[in-house]
Nanobody
Framework: QVQLVESGGGLVQPGGSLRLSCAAS????????MGWYRQAPGKQRELVAT?????NYADSVRGRFTIPKDNAKNTVYLQMNSLKPEDTAVYYC???????????????WGQGTQVTVSA
């Protein structure tokens, strides 16, 4: 059993910053990748940033968001700077995790955390 626990969402003014955290726990052999997706009302879930082998950012957040990791704590962060109203969404942590040695990994999602950017 694997759990992803997120924290750090909230209300922030345009131009402000927030930092999200996501900690993975449970029967983890190794982590292939971790990252963040978001879903705004009425829109599909979209990739924000992922880290695993390399780092990938959505064009809409590149240069404003970063995705540092603490591998020893199985934790990924999303540092969001220069926030815009269009960044308002529920942010979901994502992880691709190996539960044992071998070629197969499984995908896991966090419960989501609301980020609202508004004056």
């Amino acid at each position: 059993q694997v759990q992803l626990v997120e924290s750090g969402g909230g209300l922030v003014q345009p131009g402000g910053s927030l930092r999200l955290s996501c900690a993975a726990s449970g029967s983890i052999f190794s982590i292939h990748a971790m990252g963040w997706y978001r879903q705004a009302p009425g829109k599909q879930r979209e990739l924000v940033a992922t880290s695993g082998g390399g780092t990938n950012y959505a064009d809409s957040v590149r240069g404003r968001f970063t995705i540092p990791k603490d591998n020893a704590k199985n934790t990924v962060y999303l540092q969001m700077n220069s926030l815009k109203p269009e960044d308002t969404a529920v942010y979901y942590c994502y992880a691709r995790i190996f539960l044992s040695a071998g070629p197969y990994s499984s995908a896991y999602w966090g419960q989501g955390t609301q980020v609202t950017v508004s004056a």
